[in-house]
Each structure stands twice: as structure tokens, then as C-alpha cells.
């Protein structure tokens, strides 16, 4: 509790600090809404670059294929370690790969668009493909063993479409 009244205790305003009303009232210097807007679009390029890289996709599948051994553990330890094996897997190429599917939805579309059909493009591709794998695999509890993933997914395939909306491409020769 002490840390509570101590942390509201510093977030209130001295006598001597200004009260804005509005953030319109804030006045700053360019250079420094210069250097601000440039440390947002390099940090969102930062994101952008750690979620079209393997090591994101890689990472990002170990948690799936983690979940996926325990929801299938009462088929067998051998058998879990495959569908698990196999859902990392998948869930890694997925990542991977579903990021530079979601560029191509997008394409070169401005706006609402091209984020749009980056986002129903990611979805299809993915579920599309986990519901082969697992198909494939014979899996028995499929709903148990995608649930979990749903809104991860949704919010990772909206987000990435929202920062292809906000950022660019370098094309290098």
C-alpha cells in the first residue's frame, strides 16, 4: 500500500509545474519534435525489422508448439512431441513467411486498403495452413489445440498490418 500512496504522491503536479489544458498549449521547439519523430519511425522500423526476422518467427512458433505438446499430452508423450514439433514448425514458417504474404496483400495500397487485405490475407493463410498441418497429423483435439492462438494471431496480423500502413519498404538493388 505504501508504494501505492508514494507512486500517486509523485505523479501529482508541484505548485510550481505548469498545468496544460489541452496538449495544443504545449509549445516545443522544431528540433525537438524533429528528433521525437524521428525516434518514433525508427523504432517502429526497429519492430518492423524484429517481426520480419527469423528470430521473432522462431521464438513466436516455441510458444505455439509448447502449448501444443501440452494440450495434446494425453495421446502419448511421443505423439505430443510431434504435433508440438510439427505446430512450431508451422507456427515459425508461418511467422515468417506470413509476414512477407502480408506485404504482398498489401502491395503498394494507400490507406485503409492495403492494410485490410494484409489483415484478412494473413488470417486466411494461416489457418488455411494449421488446419492442413493438423489435418494431416490427425490431431485430436484441433479446437483445443488452436483456441489459445486465435487472439494472439488476430492482434499479430493486425498489428503488423497496421505498421506496414505506417511504415515503408527500402528497396535495395
Excluded at 483445443?144 to 487472439?151: C, K, N, R, S, Y
Aim: proline letters at 3%.
Amino acid at each position: 500500500m505504501h508504494i501505492l500512496i508514494t507512486f500517486l504522491q509523485s505523479m501529482m503536479l508541484h505548485d510550481r509545474q505548469p498545468v496544460f489544458e489541452r496538449p495544443a498549449q504545449v509549445v516545443l521547439p522544431m528540433s525537438c519534435a524533429k528528433k521525437v519523430h524521428k525516434q518514433r519511425r525508427q523504432g517502429l522500423h526497429f519492430v518492423r525489422y524484429l517481426m520480419d526476422s527469423w528470430f521473432g518467427a522462431i521464438m513466436g512458433g516455441g510458444v505455439y508448439g509448447a502449448w501444443a505438446v501440452w494440450a495434446n499430452w494425453s495421446q502419448g508423450t511421443s505423439t505430443a512431441w510431434s504435433i508440438g514439433a510439427a505446430h512450431w514448425l508451422t507456427s515459425a514458417l508461418l511467422t515468417f513467411f506470413g509476414t512477407l504474404a502480408m506485404r504482398q496483400f498489401c502491395g503498394n495500397a494507400r490507406g485503409w486498403a492495403g492494410s485490410l487485405r494484409a489483415l484478412a490475407g494473413g488470417l486466411c493463410l494461416t489457418y488455411a495452413s494449421l488446419l492442413a498441418v493438423h489435418s494431416l497429423l490427425g490431431t485430436e483435439q484441433l479446437l483445443l489445440t488452436l483456441a489459445p492462438g486465435i487472439a494472439p494471431n488476430i492482434l499479430f496480423c493486425t498489428s503488423y498490418a497496421l505498421l506496414l500502413k505506417r511504415t515503408t519498404t527500402v528497396v535495395t538493388s
